[in-house]
Nanobody, 122 residues
Framework: QVRLVESGGGLVQPGGSLRLSCAASGSIFSIYTMGWYRQAPGKQRELVAYITSGGTTNYTDAVKGRFTISRDNAKNTVYLQMNSLKPEDTAVYYC????????????????WGQGTQVAVSS
């Protein structure tokens, strides 16, 4: 059973920093793109950043220059370093991974974590 578990959320003051982690566990054959999404109250879930298996990254304009996505392929983990946080960054942050589980006839699918709350407030 493949699972994605996020950690690192919390309450921070404007201008502060947080580092989110998301670890994929279970029997995994290969992980392709990993990403972070967020959903603020009353809004749709939106892409924050993603990173391919080769290390190519992409960010939504709102976080460029402030957030950095990275991954540790040996640990099946993706990170999101968030600096210069703003109140508008407040949301539940979800990670996802495009992967193939190990095992006969496994199907490439996108898996999601349960989400971690990030609140930016003074």
């Amino acid at each position: 059973q493949v699972r994605l578990v996020e950690s690192g959320g919390g309450l921070v003051q404007p201008g502060g920093s947080l580092r989110l982690s998301c670890a994929a566990s279970g029997s995994i054959f290969s992980i392709y793109t990993m990403g972070w999404y967020r959903q603020a109250p009353g809004k749709q879930r939106e892409l924050v950043a993603y990173i391919t298996s080769g290390g190519t990254t992409n960010y939504t304009d709102a976080v460029k220059g402030r957030f950095t996505i990275s991954r540790d392929n040996a640990k099946n983990t993706v990170y999101l370093q968030m600096n210069s946080l703003k109140p508008e960054d407040t949301a539940v942050y979800y990670c996802n991974a495009d992967l193939v589980p190990a095992g006969w006839r496994s199907v490439r699918s996108v898996y999601w974590g349960q989400g971690t709350q990030v609140a930016v407030s003074s």
